[in-house]
């Protein structure tokens, strides 16, 4: 059973950096295509970023242009790196993994809160 643990979340001021991390265990990491969904309250839950067992990148519209998504196969883990944080990037962020041979096996982690504020 796969299991997908985000961390790195909290409150963070209007410029600011974080690191999102998100592990998975349960199950062979490099088989995943990764990804970072977030939801603010009364919004639904819009693509942030999605990377590929092979490290090929997706970004949601305007993403990429402070947000860099990376793997780490060896730790079985994903990052998702954001700069220049704004207020309106606060969010849960959601963790998703996708089977890249078997697309019903597919996972969400708990969410972690993101708050951008001075």
């Known amino acids: 059973q796969v299991q997908l643990v985000e961390s790195g979340g909290g409150l963070v001021q209007p410029g600011g950096t974080l690191r999102l991390s998100c592990a998975l265990s349960?199950?062979?990491?490099?088989?995943?295509?990764m990804g970072w969904y977030r939801q603010a309250p009364e919004n639904q839950r819009d693509l942030v970023a999605t990377?590929?067992?092979?490290?090929?990148?997706n970004y949601g519209d305007t993403m990429k242009e402070r947000f860099t998504i990376s793997r780490d196969n060896a730790k079985n883990t994903m990052y998702l790196q954001m700069n220049s944080l704004k207020p309106e990037d606060t969010a849960v962020y959601y963790c998703?993994?996708?089977?890249?041979?078997?697309?019903?096996?597919?996972?969400w982690g708990q969410g972690i809160q993101v708050t951008v504020s001075s």
């Open positions: 998703n993994a996708v089977n890249e041979y078997y697309r019903n096996d597919y996972n």
């Open positions: 349960g199950s062979q990491f490099s088989i995943y295509t």
């Open positions: 990377i590929s067992s092979g490290g090929n990148t």
